[in-house]
């Protein structure tokens, strides 16, 4: 292996004198450190966003929601509470009421989902990032006010203490529409979740909620927070299947698996993508070797002729792309890893600079471009990498141990 190790890197030294085979070799090893440190920065990317939806989206949207068939509402729902409280797989369960209407505010009209909350035994924390510690002290000091999302607050022009009305739809038994009902609300603060929720979403309390809807047990419903959300499909069935009384069952995959679905989606087309593009790279080197095959056939008949092994040929000139290779993998690798943990002021540099906005706000449900490094990301890179390097190495290789001496020192 020694032996090989110098033949490679007298071949390589012989190369950089052919400016043609040099530039092709050169150009491998950059798409090679190209492709490395793309593809691991936008899978950081990609881990970003996923965890930023975890964060940010599933720390305050339900994972789980099981709620009444009829406007009966959860028959003794805190004993039943108190029951599914013992289940392992959940982190929480708390009451609700969903109610839908139009917010009303000096002749303006807009669509908002007010969820009613029995705010005096909701943990805070849950929330910190969403409202601010004084809209929630005031919040949770009169049934009579209300949390709505930022976007609301923004386009009716809103402050703290305005007061606003809700009109919510009112059905007899024989569903057919009466005049709405008007709920009369205070401005407590605001809700900032991101992107579209903060349009249209906005918090209340579970007595006025209930009583505003007719629930007669006084919860619409129950929401659940699960240890790991990525499972709250398959955990809803289940407490839902063996609920005592008839519900529906929703979980956060069919109101914002979307975005998750996205995130995997993208992540998976980057990975393919960009495995491609360093497959093509990796072309270069068979090219490079090919030539210096060619360039070499009377030094390899020499060689042969002195008694060296096929095995000795084939390792020099696997070695030979390898080097090539694996400078290309530690260069984009190492870059990468410096990059994707400070990509997020890298871009809001770049936005400062020329003075525009990659994430807006009022689209998507950030307005930062996030990144999160995973060791196994870079491992894997490296390694499918390391593997697309051998095998265009395998070729030129097999080709060199061809030559014919004979042939080779007679032309």
Same mark, same amino acid.
């Given at each position: 292996?020694?032996?090989?190790?110098?033949?490679?890197?007298?071949?390589?030294?012989?190369?950089?004198?052919?400016?043609?085979?040099?530039?092709?070799?050169?150009?491998?090893?950059?798409?090679?450190?190209?492709?490395?440190?793309?593809?691991?920065?936008?899978?950081?990317?990609?881990?970003?966003?996923?965890?930023?939806?975890?964060?940010?989206?599933?720390?305050?949207?339900?994972?789980?929601?099981?709620?009444?068939?009829?406007?009966?509402?959860?028959?003794?729902?805190?004993?039943?509470?108190?029951?599914?409280?013992?289940?392992?797989?959940?982190?929480?369960?708390?009451?609700?009421?969903?109610i839908?209407?139009?917010?009303?505010?000096?002749?303006?009209?807009?669509?908002?989902?007010?969820?009613?909350?029995?705010?005096?035994?909701?943990?805070?924390?849950?929330?910190?990032?969403?409202?601010?510690?004084?809209?929630?002290?005031?919040?949770?000091?009169?049934h009579?006010?209300?949390?709505?999302?930022?976007?609301?607050?923004?386009?009716?022009?809103?402050?703290?203490?305005d007061?606003?009305g809700?009109?919510?739809?009112?059905t007899?038994?024989?569903?057919?529409?009466?005049?709405?009902?008007?709920?009369?609300?205070?401005?407590?603060?605001?809700?900032?979740?991101?992107?579209?929720?903060?349009?249209?979403?906005?918090?209340m309390?579970?007595?006025?909620?209930?009583?505003?809807?007719?629930?007669?047990?006084?919860?619409?419903?129950?929401?659940?927070?699960?240890?790991?959300?990525?499972?709250?499909?398959?955990?809803?069935?289940?407490?839902?299947?063996?609920?005592?009384?008839?519900?529906?069952?929703?979980?956060?995959?069919?109101? @914002? !698996?979307?975005?998750y679905?996205? /995130?995997?989606? =993208?992540?998976?087309? #980057?990975?393919? &993508?960009? *495995?491609?593009?360093?497959a093509?790279?990796?072309?270069?080197?068979?090219?490079?070797?090919?030539?210096?095959?060619?360039?070499?056939?009377?030094?390899?008949?020499?060689?042969?002729?002195?008694?060296a092994?096929?095995?000795?040929?084939?390792?020099?000139?696997?070695? @030979? !792309?390898?080097?090539?290779g694996? /400078?290309?993998? =530690?260069?984009?690798? #190492?870059?990468? &890893?410096? *990059?994707?943990?400070?990509?997020?002021?890298?871009?809001?540099?770049?936005?400062?600079?020329?003075?525009?906005?990659?994430?807006?706000?009022?689209?998507y449900?950030?307005?930062?471009?996030?990144?999160?490094?995973?060791?196994?990301?870079?491992?894997?890179?490296?390694?499918?990498?390391?593997?697309?390097?051998?095998l265009?190495?395998?070729?030129?290789?097999?080709?060199?141990v061809?030559?014919?001496?004979?042939?080779?020192?007679?032309?």
């Amino acid at each position: 292996m020694k032996l090989a190790w110098q033949l490679a890197r007298r071949f390589r030294q012989a190369k950089q004198q052919n400016r043609y085979i040099s530039f092709i070799s050169f150009s491998s090893t950059f798409g090679i450190g190209l492709g490395c440190f793309v593809l691991i920065t936008l899978l950081s990317v990609m881990n970003g966003f996923e965890r930023e939806l975890t964060h940010r989206i599933l720390a305050v949207i339900p994972h789980g929601e099981l709620y009444s068939v009829s406007n009966e509402g959860i028959n003794n729902w805190p004993a039943v509470m108190t029951e599914l409280e013992r289940d392992e797989r959940l982190v929480s369960v708390e009451p609700y009421t969903k109610i839908t209407g139009m917010l009303q505010h000096k002749g303006a009209l807009k669509p908002v989902e007010l969820t009613g909350l029995a705010v005096a035994s909701v943990d805070y924390s849950q929330w910190r990032q969403q409202v601010t510690p004084q809209a929630w002290e005031r919040f949770r000091q009169s049934h009579n006010t209300v949390l709505l999302g930022q976007g609301l607050i923004e386009k009716f022009g809103l402050e703290v203490g305005d007061n606003l009305g809700v009109l919510v739809p009112v059905t007899s038994d024989d569903m057919v529409f009466k005049a709405p009902q008007r709920i009369k609300l205070t401005l407590a603060g605001s809700l900032s979740i991101g992107g579209e929720l903060d349009n249209y979403l906005g918090l209340m309390h579970l007595g006025k909620a209930s009583q505003a809807a007719n629930i007669d047990s006084g919860a619409q419903g129950l929401r659940f927070r699960l240890h790991d959300p990525y499972q709250a499909k398959t955990v809803m069935r289940d407490i839902g299947y063996r609920f005592p009384q008839a519900v529906y069952m929703s979980d956060w995959t069919r109101t @914002q !698996g979307h975005l998750y679905n996205d /995130i995997q989606l =993208v992540r998976t087309v #980057v990975y393919i &993508v960009l *495995t491609l593009v360093i497959a093509v790279a990796c072309f270069n080197i068979v090219s490079t070797l090919v030539m210096a095959v060619r360039e070499k056939r009377a030094a390899i008949a020499i060689l042969k002729t002195m008694g060296a092994q096929d095995s000795l040929i084939r390792q020099a000139f696997i070695l @030979q !792309g390898l080097t090539n290779g694996i /400078i290309g993998i =530690v260069a984009g690798t #190492v870059l990468a &890893v410096i *990059t994707a943990p400070n990509l997020a002021s890298i871009v809001k540099t770049i936005e400062g600079v020329f003075n525009t906005e990659i994430l807006s706000g009022d689209i998507y449900f950030i307005n930062f471009l996030p990144s999160q490094l995973q060791v196994m990301d870079v491992v894997l890179t490296v390694v499918v990498a390391v593997i697309l390097v051998v095998l265009a190495t395998l070729y030129p290789a097999s080709q060199a141990v061809k030559v014919a001496p004979a042939s080779a020192l007679n032309g």
